[in-house]
């Protein structure tokens, strides 16, 4: 038997630009997901027939990673689906961690590589930042060169993604979820299609990761003012590539009117979450939930994937 259990993740800055070369920030955050694997009679999820339409990333996993017995698979989430938070990459690293512990294989490196793979080849693209965030916990950098904290290294077809553990100060971060269902590949491809179409759109994925880095260098020193603003103004980038939606913009201008350092959509967008930083973290939530959203008060989990046998 085999149980993992696996954080979070929220993009701080660098969505959709990490897809065009530009540097990424995420952070892990203490919402978790638990999945056990054991061999048995009959390959099962929560007592019900593995399928590969309500278990989309679980049987891919498994079905590229284990020649062994069926397996019965428990899963516990407290992360919501579709929300932008990771639930997909954290369900995909959690089962990884177990079958590569069932096969006394496990490594960090080896579950971001892995679960990289199973996201990739399921979702028809992406980048390795969220699996490597629920891998790794606490702060993580991607980047297209190797730079301090260097952790591994990620490639797919032209490629290279440079990992990267940075140190991260405590900090209150308010997620909002707008409880409109976030379609990554979807809006991958909406944006996709505007920076092939725009020489407009490609200059401001670069400004994207001009943000990245401000940001990098404000959490460095515990800049909440700097990070705030890269934020916001990384926010405003996202709307003109097509990535926001009016629930969104509604819990961002809440949360910055309840005076949050800064606030943008978080992971895909096109709904899903936002996210505030702030340190009145019950203020900035009771503005996000009258202006009709769920608030969640979270902070960094430090600890990333960790397996029991
Ligand atoms: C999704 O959480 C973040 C995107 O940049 C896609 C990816 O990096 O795979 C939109």
Redesign the pocket.
């Given at each position: 038997m085999a149980v993992a259990s696996v954080p979070g993740k929220i993009?701080l800055l660098?969505?959709?630009?990490?897809?065009y070369g530009q540097p990424?920030l995420s952070v892990a955050i203490d919402l978790r997901v638990g999945v056990e694997m054991q061999e048995g009679s009959a390959a099962t999820v929560n007592g019900r027939p593995l399928d590969s339409r309500r278990h989309t990333y679980i049987k891919h996993a498994i079905d590229k990673y284990w020649q062994g017995e069926p397996l019965e698979v428990v899963t516990y989430s407290k992360i919501p689906s579709a929300s932008?938070l990771?639930s997909s990459?954290a369900i995909t690293t959690a089962s990884v961690a177990c079958l590569l512990t069932l096969q006394q294989s496990f490594s960090p490196e080896e579950v971001a590589q892995r679960a990289f793979a199973v996201?990739y080849e399921v979702?028809r693209?992406?980048?390795?930042?969220?699996t490597s965030a629920c891998t790794q916990g606490s702060a993580i950098v991607l980047a297209r060169e190797k730079r301090d904290h260097f952790i591994w290294k990620i490639s797919r077809k032209d490629r290279t993604w440079y990992v990267h553990s940075i140190p991260a100060p405590e900090m209150d971060i308010v997620v909002g979820v707008t409880g409109v269902k976030s379609k990554?590949p979807q809006?991958?491809k909406k944006?996709r299609r505007f920076v092939n179409y725009s020489g407009f759109a490609r200059e401001l994925t670069q400004d994207i990761g001009g943000w990245v880095e401000e940001g990098i260098a404000a959490l460095a020193h515990s800049d909440f003012v700097s990070l705030g603003e890269a934020m916001t103004e990384s926010q405003k980038i996202l709307h003109t590539l097509g990535?926001s939606s009016p629930e969104l913009e509604k819990l961002i201008q809440a949360s910055l009117r309840a005076g949050a350092y800064g606030a943008k959509l978080?992971?895909?967008?096109g709904g899903g979450s936002m996210i505030a930083l702030t340190d009145e973290p019950e203020k900035v939530a009771i503005a996000i939930e009258k202006a009709g959203g769920k608030a969640l008060v979270t902070s960094i989990s430090r600890e990333g994937t960790k397996v029991w046998v």
């Open positions: 993009i660098g969505e959709h630009g990490v897809l990424c932008g990771g990459a996201e979702q693209g992406g980048s390795p930042n969220d990554t809006l991958v944006v990535a978080t992971g895909a967008g």
